[in-house]
C-alpha cells in the first residue's frame, strides 16, 4: 500500500496518508490536537481545505459548505478527498483555528499579528 503526503501550507508540516483513506482520517490519525472530526461524510464542512498543489480523488461534498465554483478552485471538504499524489494544503474556516492560534512572533496568543501552530 502507498502513502502520500499531505503539507501544511502555513506550516510545512507534513502528515502521511495512506492511499485508501481520506485527507481528515491521515490528519486525525497524526495525532494532532485540535484536528475537528465533524460527520466524516461532507455534511457539516467544518474540514475544508484548498489543495493548492497535487492530485486527489473526490466524493460529493454539501453544496452547503462547498459550493460548484469552490469545487472547481480545489476549495474542498478533507474529509472527502483522497490523495493521489502528495498534496499541499491550506487550511480554511473552523479547521484553521483548530490547528493555528494567533500570536505574535514572541508567542503572545492575545496578539493578532500572525498564524503559528498551536503551542506557540
Known amino acids: 500500500m502507498s502513502t502520500h503526503l499531505i ?5 510545512g508540516e507534513s502528515f502521511n496518508c495512506l492511499d485508501n483513506e481520506t485527507a481528515l482520517n491521515a490528519l486525525a490519525r497524526s495525532g494532532k490536537r485540535g484536528i ?9 464542512g467544518v474540514c475544508k481545505v484548498k ?3 497535487g492530485d486527489f480523488s473526490k466524493r460529493p461534498m454539501s453544496r452547503d459548505h462547498v459550493s460548484v465554483l469552490e469545487e472547481q478552485n480545489n ?3 478533507a ?3 483522497y490523495p493521489l499524489t502528495d ?3 491550506q487550511v480554511l474556516g473552523k479547521m484553521q483555528r483548530a490547528i493555528f492560534k494567533k500570536c505574535d512572533l ?3 496568543v ?3 499579528s500572525c498564524y503559528t501552530e498551536i503551542g506557540c
Do not use: A, H, W
Open 7 to 11: 503539507i501544511l501550507s502555513e506550516t
Open 36 to 44: 475537528p472530526i465533524g460527520c466524516r461524510g461532507g455534511g457539516c
Open 51 to 53: 489543495v493548492l498543489d
Open 75 to 77: 476549495e474542498v471538504l
Open 79 to 81: 474529509c472527502c478527498i
Open 87 to 89: 498534496v499541499k494544503v
Open 106 to 108: 514572541y508567542g503572545d
Open 110 to 112: 492575545q496578539s493578532t
